[in-house]
């Protein structure tokens, strides 16, 4: 898969929550605003496992939740949160913290290469390949852009580096989760 390929999922990973929950960590920042570095936290292998098999029942959710909706309503959470402790996480935003920092190393993983080389060095890369690429429209290019700018604004080092390898370990999986949905 090439790394635009890959950016255009891990884009969409986060897509459902910022459209269905105003102010969610996937969100974008308003226009002018920097983007914030994400909070991070230590991932286990437990943690990325629960993420895999709570994922599919929380997007469920969240595709039947129309686009734009103002304010987040209390059942929408009430059935989030439930299905996220049926799956292991606290909460919802206990899984929302586990799904935006397999995200981040995500991220930062070579898809050619399948290793790490950081957020800023892949998003070098995306940018380049995506400028090259003559198939998407004007507007495309300029989404693409936009969010792969705001990718390099968040990007920092690596707090719990074993995060990486476990993340990694876990990127076949994680791959094939986000094609299926």
Known sequence: MSRAGCTLLWLGMTAAVAAALPGAAGAKPAAGHAAE????????QDKITQFLAARPPLEA???GVPAGAAAPDPGLLRRLDDTARKNGFADYADYEAV???????LTGIDPLSKKY???QAVTKLEVADLLGDKTLSLKQHKQLLEALHMQMLSAGPVKY???VPLVIKFYDKLLAADAKN
């Not at 799904?99 to 190393?105: D, L, Q, R, S």
Request: no cysteine; hydrophobic share 65%.
């Open 161 to 163: 580096a074993a995060n």
């Open 117 to 119: 080389v950081g957020v």
């Open 99 to 105: 799904a935006t920092n397999i995200v981040w190393i």
């Open 61 to 63: 959710i969240l595709a």
């Open 37 to 44: 570095s994400i909070r991070q936290i230590a991932l286990s």
